[in-house]
C-alpha cells in the first residue's frame, strides 16, 4: 500500500499531571490534522515496534499521535493483565488522564479522540473508552477484549477487531467480543499470526487502523 507523504508535523516530549505522579509520552500533530489518536501499548518505546510504524501511517492520513510510556509492571506480573488487574486499571486511568489533558491543549482541544490498542493494552483501552464521552473510535490489534467485559455492552464508540488468520485463540475471543460490542467490526488480516510478524502483515493493520479513523473520526477529510 503506497504512503502518502505529509509536508511537517509537530513533535513533543510531554508530561502529563495525574494524581501525584505525571506520564510520560510524546504528542506529534501533523500540520493539517483531523484527529488524535492514543496509542496504547503494553510494552517499552522502541523504533522498531508497532506502534512506530502505526503511528507513522496515522500521520500520514492527518491524525496526530499521543504515545503514553506503560505503566511498569509490577513483579509476577500477568503477561496478559485484565482491566481489572492492578496494571490494567493503571493503563486505563492513565488513558483517561491523557485524554481530559488533550481536551486542554490548544493544539488538541477541538479534536475528536480515539484510541489504538495493541496486545494486552486493549482491555484497558476498551475499559477506558466505555468511561469516556469523547472517545469516538477505538482500533484493537492483535488483543483480548475479553480482558474488560464489563466495557463491551456499554462502549458506543465504533469499534474495530482486527486479529490475524493464524491465531485462532484469540480470533475466537475476539468474534465473542463482537457479539457483545454495539458497534463493533471485525476484521481478518490473511496469513497473519498473533504479531502480525509476517511481512506486510502489520502494514496491513497500520493502514485498516487509519481507514477506521478516517471513517468514524473524520469523515471526509
Given at each position: 500500500m503506497p504512503h502518502r507523504?505529509?509536508?511537517?508535523?509537530?513533535?513533543?516530549?510531554?508530561s502529563i499531571p495525574h494524581g501525584r505522579e505525571r506520564l510520560a509520552g510524546e504528542l506529534t500533530v501533523p500540520s493539517v490534522v483531523a484527529g488524535v489518536v492514543l496509542l496504547a501499548?503494553?510494552?517499552?518505546?522502541?523504533?522498531?515496534?508497532?506502534?512506530h510504524l502505526v503511528a507513522g501511517v496515522l500521520h500520514e492520513a492527518r491524525l496526530a499521535t499521543l504515545r503514553l510510556d506503560p505503566p511498569a509492571p509490577g513483579d509476577g506480573a500477568d503477561p496478559h493483565p485484565a482491566s481489572g488487574s492492578r496494571h490494567g486499571r493503571d493503563l486505563a486511568a492513565h488513558l483517561i488522564a491523557a485524554t481530559d489533558w488533550l481536551a486542554h491543549q490548544e493544539?488538541?482541544?477541538?479534536?475528536?479522540?480515539?484510541?489504538?490498542?495493541?496486545?494486552?493494552?486493549?482491555?484497558?483501552?476498551?475499559?477506558?473508552?466505555?468511561?469516556?464521552?469523547?472517545?469516538?473510535a477505538v482500533v484493537v490489534s492483535g488483543?483480548?477484549?475479553?480482558?474488560?467485559?464489563?466495557?463491551?455492552?456499554?462502549?458506543?464508540?465504533?469499534?474495530l477487531l482486527i486479529v490475524g488468520e493464524h491465531d485462532p485463540?484469540?480470533?475466537?475471543?475476539?468474534r465473542l467480543a463482537l457479539r457483545r460490542l454495539t458497534s463493533g467490526t471485525l476484521l481478518v488480516v490473511p496469513e497473519a499470526s498473533h504479531?502480525?510478524?509476517?511481512?506486510?502483515?502489520?502494514?496491513?493493520?497500520?493502514?485498516?487502523?487509519?481507514?477506521?479513523?478516517?471513517?468514524t473520526l473524520a469523515p471526509g477529510s
Open positions: 507523504a505529509i509536508e511537517s508535523r509537530w513533535a513533543q516530549a510531554v501499548h503494553d510494552e517499552p518505546p522502541d523504533p522498531r515496534a508497532s506502534g493544539r488538541t482541544a477541538r479534536l475528536p479522540v480515539g484510541y489504538f490498542a495493541a496486545g494486552s493494552g486493549a482491555g484497558a483501552a476498551l475499559d477506558a473508552a466505555a468511561r469516556v464521552e469523547r472517545v469516538g488483543g483480548r477484549p475479553d480482558l474488560a467485559p464489563g466495557a463491551l455492552a456499554t462502549l458506543h464508540a465504533p469499534t485463540d484469540v480470533l475466537e475471543l475476539n504479531r502480525f510478524e509476517e511481512a506486510g502483515a502489520l502494514e496491513v493493520v497500520a493502514h485498516l487502523a487509519s481507514m477506521w479513523f478516517q471513517q
